[in-house]
């Protein structure tokens, strides 16, 4: 499956952006698809992730409460919702995919990676 994300950008302290991941998947419910960010000097992280077959979906505890993640079957399209954003959440985001039924997000087992988008928090 092709994924690739938009959106990202330049947003103040405490503003908002929301995030793209649009797919080739014939239908979502079989992915996993998760939002990943790497900030420079540290590792890749996940940052939400909706898993296959149920759309149940987890969060970071650093982004719980503040970013949303979900999706549009029809569109076959993924969203990242980021509000209350931080200094601390710039990075490079990036969508990926992992399909399988029951399929769950982790960095070292995702299928398709797009090329990522960058998000600057900064006033």
């Known amino acids: 499956v092709h994924v690739a994300e938009s959106g990202g950008g330049l947003a103040q302290p405490g503003g908002s952006l929301r995030l793209s991941c649009a797919t080739s998947a014939f239908t979502l419910d079989y992915y996993a698809i998760g939002w990943f960010r790497q900030a420079p000097g540290k590792e890749r992280e996940v940052v939400a992730c909706i898993v296959s077959t149920d759309g149940g979906s987890f969060y970071a505890d650093s982004v719980r409460d503040r970013f949303t993640i979900s999706k549009d079957n029809a569109k076959n399209t993924v969203y990242l919702q980021m509000n209350r954003l931080k200094p601390a959440d710039t990075a490079v985001y990036y969508c990926?995919?992992?399909?399988?039924?029951?399929?769950?997000?982790?960095?070292?087992?995702?299928?398709?990676w797009g090329e990522g988008t960058l998000v600057t928090v900064s006033s």
């Open positions: 990926a995919a992992r399909g399988g039924w029951g399929a769950t997000c982790a960095a070292t087992r995702m299928d398709s």
